[in-house]
């Protein structure tokens, strides 16, 4: 029997994202996972065929920006959304909530709207990919399907707007 890394590697890599076994802790179960490709991601898959958990980069590597919701609490998701955007694809985790975006040149942002809001922008180094079970949870899409991985809003729309639109108003 194929675990989940073995069986989504190929969905993924019709995407063009890279994927990567992790293991329940979240933590790559290989060395240099920055350096793999679409083929190696595949030899990973034959080599780890029963892994149940993977992660794919992100950033240029792979296109994808995530906003990071620290909370099952779905308000906090719906305020994510409303500062940068809807998007068409969203991940419940073992803790959160992933909302993915178009990488724009985003880089890791730890709560930058302050402690209270348990928001991160993760527009580098690696995430886990629905469907895998890690130790907190199972990760499972509940809004879109891989196809739109290819067809993300950018992250900033939203706020690029609004942010143009009280410079062009008069004071």
């Not at 993924?12 to 290989?30: C, G, H, L, R, W």
């Not at 992933?98 to 348990?118: F, K, Q, V």
């Not at 949870?137 to 729309?157: F, K, V």
């Amino acid at each position: 029997m194929s675990g989940i890394f073995a069986k989504f590697q190929p969905r993924y890599a019709e995407q063009n994202v890279i994927t990567f076994p992790v293991s329940p802790d979240k933590k790559p179960a290989i060395k240099h996972w920055q350096k793999v490709g679409l083929e190696g991601s595949a030899k990973l898959a034959e080599k780890f065929s029963d892994v149940d958990s993977f992660g794919f980069p992100l950033g240029p590597r792979s296109g994808l920006t995530i906003l990071d919701v620290d909370t099952k609490d779905k308000s906090v998701l719906h305020e994510a959304q409303s500062r940068y955007g809807e998007t068409p694809y969203v991940v419940e985790t073992g803790g959160g909530f992933h909302a993915y975006y178009r990488y724009s040149g985003e880089r890791r942002h730890i709560r930058p709207w302050g402690p209270d809001l348990p928001i991160d922008v993760l527009g580098n180094g690696y995430a886990v990919g629905a469907p895998s079970i890690a130790a907190k949870g199972q990760y499972e899409i509940i809004h879109g399907t891989l196809a739109d991985l290819s067809n993300l809003p950018p992250l900033h729309r939203v706020f690029f707007c609004f942010f143009a639109a009280s410079l062009s108003q008069p004071k």
